[in-house]
């Protein structure tokens, strides 16, 4: 679907569209963006992040556990023995864990993978859904709930309006080390792979930016401006592209920027703008601030 929605766009930019047509095209792909995060395994279900230490952990409702869970598990739901980054765990007597990918398999006993070299093992009890994040080498418990309820009250995300002035064609330069360090909400910076700058002029104001990702992939933005901290999220927002064309050139569309998960959640371990990316005017494109308390 997403493919298909790009090629559309391309094909309408070659040929010309309405402002009509290309505002439905948005409104399209946030309807998309909703119904992913409504999803029972999406972001406004997460109600938990707790850090693991070396050793065993009893993880439970209980008022004694060492990882307390939410209400709904059982006071005692199992245990997580950490081991130089090897993640056990093991369930408690007479309580019914299982894979998220096939709940018939129930688990009394497993290692978990972490998310540090790709997906991780996900675990099921009741309407809790758990796996074990790697971050710089801190280990975590994320923990997330499909009967939650931000999941319950969500009715949406309000947007600026859409107007096609807010979608630029950008140059990537080339250059830099090829890594950039993204700081997190939780206080760590990570290197992550970056091939260069993004240069574009929006409103008479030349910009740069510094992506992340490859690419003939896509690359992904963090980045912030002057509506940060009142319209929008203060810890700025996202913006993903398609691959970089042949002649360096890639599209920016302001009008599809997103919240970062932090907006729906204290839970989550949100990027934030790494230097130089806070933009000094007002990006009144794309998705504006959810709730107000994150």
């Known amino acids: 679907m ?9 094909i309408l930019a070659i040929f010309g569209c309405s402002d009509d047509e290309y505002r439905k095209d948005i409104d399209a792909r ?6 992913a995060l409504r999803s029972d395994t999406g972001w406004l279900t997460l109600v938990g992040l707790h850090p693991l230490r070396d050793g065993v952990q009893e993880i439970g409702a209980g008022a004694t556990m060492d990882v307390p869970m939410t209400e709904g598990a ?3 739901l199992g245990t997580l023995a950490v081991e130089e980054n090897t993640v056990v765990f093991a369930a408690a007597p007479g309580v019914v864990v299982s894979l998220l990918e096939d709940d018939d398999v129930v688990i009394s006993h497993m290692i978990l993978d972490t998310d540090h070299d790709g997906p ?24 997330k709930d499909r009967e939650s ?4 009250s969500f009715t949406g995300i309000d947007r600026f309006p859409v107007h096609p002035r807010w979608r630029v064609t950008a140059h990537l330069e080339p250059g ?43 690359l992904f933005l963090v980045f912030g401006d002057a509506t940060n901290g009142h319209a929008t999220y203060g810890g700025g927002r996202f913006l993903s592209t398609d691959p970089v064309a042949d002649d360096g050139t890639v599209m920016l569309d302001f009008n599809l920027a997103v919240n970062p998960p932090c907006v729906f959640t204290p839970y989550a371990t949100c990027p934030l703008p790494p230097e130089g990316n806070v933009m000094a005017f007002a990006m009144e494109a794309g998705e504006k601030m959810w709730g107000g308390h994150h």
């Open 74 to 76: 059982p006071p005692h």
């Open 176 to 218: 830099g080390t090829g890594v950039v360090m993204v700081p997190n909400v939780i206080g760590g910076e990570s290197p992550s792979p970056s091939p260069g700058d993004l240069v574009f002029e929006i409103e008479g104001r030349q910009l740069r930016l510094t992506p992340m990702g490859e690419p003939a992939e896509g």
């Open 120 to 143: 991780p093992t996900i675990l099921t009890q009741g309407s809790l859904v758990f796996h074990v994040i790697d971050r710089d080498g801190a280990l975590y418990l994320r923990v």
């Open 30 to 35: 946030h309807a998309e963006r909703i119904d």
């Open 149 to 152: 309820s931000v999941l319950k």
């Open 2 to 10: 997403k493919k298909l929605t790009i090629l559309m766009l391309a």
